[in-house]
Each structure stands twice: as structure tokens, then as C-alpha cells.
């Protein structure tokens, strides 16, 4: 097998949100090169729930049909190619993005022919499948979804400072987030859920980036990995009376 390490990121659809696939993608490009993404689940979990953010992160939808109700089609579909990845040497590093006790055993079988297994996983993951793989990493709290003004009825569009909307959305977010920030990819589909119609031409700006440096309540950070956060700015410190 090569000694270029190749990473797979294999999402359980039916099991894991779709608001922790930004985390375990930021986590696969530290580990090599992401060569395979692949999303697991039947119609409903694909088309409902992770749609969006498997086209965003340019994931192959691996539909599976339930046969008989209640198997784990999807699971048993997931593992069969982890492992065909394995042995063919597509791949030597895995990311698993599921909390479901059921893929113990691939972790076992991958790590037994020398792959690195990392699952990312939900609060909810039990202790078997985080000791099971070679490093266990738990998504942060999904952050909420934030409700915007509607737009005026009567089809008159409202007319908003969107400055006021940026920093309000900002502040309500990062409230769930440890350190007081979101990510740019975050607050785009906070943004988007929330107000559909809501998009960056609209006042003039080619994206949402530059929205957010042209508002000066509002600090733009890029990590070493290239990744966008965005916090409130630090307040300005009170002006000294000057003696006349």
C-alpha cells in the first residue's frame, strides 16, 4: 500500500445530523488527502436531511433500499466499502461519521490490517465504539437554528439594515459556541435557513465575506487550515478627556 495517506469520510446518514459533516470534514484534511466521500441512507435520510450538505461538501449519495424494515442496509453497505477501500488501497486512513454502537467491529477489522480509523461522533456515541476506533472526536453542540425578520408582506420587500441583521445573528449563534465564535460555512446557512431569500448581492457585496469585513462590530479570523471564523469585534476603549 501506498505510504500516501488517502482518506475516506464515510457519513451513516440515518444515524449521524448533517450540522456535524463541517467538523469531520475540517478533521479528514488534517489526517492526508480526502480522496472518498461518501453518504449513507435510504430516500428519506438523503433527500430530507442531507441533501444540502453532501452537494456542498461534494459527497456520492449511496442510496439504499430497505428491503425488509428494519435492517441496516445502509451500515452493512458503508463497511462492505470501507473495507473493499481497504484492500484494493484506495485509502489507509478512515473518518466514520456516525454514533451507532453496530460499526465496533469494522473499526476492529480496519485498524487489524493497519488503517487509521477516527469516528466522529455525537455526545450521544456509547463508550464501545469511542474506544473501539483509534481516535474518537465529539462534535460540538448542533448550533440552533436563528429566526430572522420576515420579509414584508404585500410583496414590498423590507428594506434591512443588514449590518443589524449580521451582528444579531452573530451574536445569537456564537452564544452556543465555547468561544464566543461561528464559522463563516455556519452563519452562511444559519443565514439561508432562516431567511431563503437572504443573499449577499442583494446589498451589494459579492459575498458573504466581505459583507462581514465592511461591518466594523464584526472581526473576520482565518485559522492555519484556511478555515473562517467570525466573532464580535473587541469593544474600542473609552476616549481620554484631554486637559484644556
Given at each position: ?23 469531520a470534514m ?6 492526508g ?15 430530507n ?58 473499526c ?42 420576515p420579509?414584508?408582506s ?14 444579531k ?76
Amino acid at each position: 500500500m501506498s505510504a500516501e495517506r488517502n482518506v475516506a469520510v464515510l457519513v451513516d446518514c440515518e444515524n449521524a445530523q448533517s450540522a456535524v459533516l463541517d467538523q469531520a470534514m475540517q478533521h479528514a484534511s488534517t489526517l492526508g488527502r480526502v480522496v472518498l466521500r461518501r453518504g449513507y441512507g435510504n430516500a428519506a435520510s438523503l433527500t430530507n436531511k442531507w441533501q444540502e450538505a453532501l452537494i456542498r461538501h461534494g459527497f456520492t449519495p449511496c442510496l439504499q433500499f430497505q428491503y425488509v424494515g428494519g435492517k441496516n442496509t445502509a451500515d452493512i453497505a458503508l463497511a462492505l466499502d470501507a473495507l473493499e477501500m481497504l484492500l484494493d488501497g484506495r485509502a489507509n486512513q478512515f473518518v466514520i461519521v456516525t454514533s451507532d454502537s453496530d460499526f465496533v467491529g469494522l473499526c476492529r477489522k480496519l485498524q487489524e490490517r493497519g488503517a487509521g480509523v477516527h469516528v466522529c461522533g455525537e455526545a450521544k456515541t456509547p463508550a464501545a465504539l469511542r474506544y473501539a476506533c483509534g481516535a474518537f472526536h465529539e462534535a460540538a453542540s448542533v448550533v440552533p437554528v436563528v429566526e430572522l425578520p420576515p420579509v414584508a408582506s404585500g410583496g414590498v420587500k423590507a428594506v434591512v439594515d443588514w449590518r443589524n441583521l449580521l451582528v444579531k445573528t452573530v451574536r445569537k449563534v456564537a452564544k452556543a459556541s465555547p468561544n464566543g465564535s461561528v464559522k463563516l460555512s455556519e452563519l452562511g446557512n444559519q443565514l439561508k435557513l432562516a431567511s431563503p431569500g437572504f443573499s449577499p448581492a442583494a446589498h451589494g457585496h459579492a459575498k458573504l465575506r466581505t459583507m462581514i469585513e465592511a461591518c466594523s462590530q464584526l472581526r473576520l479570523h482565518q485559522t492555519e487550515g484556511g478555515h473562517c471564523t467570525v466573532g464580535m469585534a473587541p469593544a474600542a476603549p473609552p476616549t481620554a478627556l484631554r486637559a484644556v
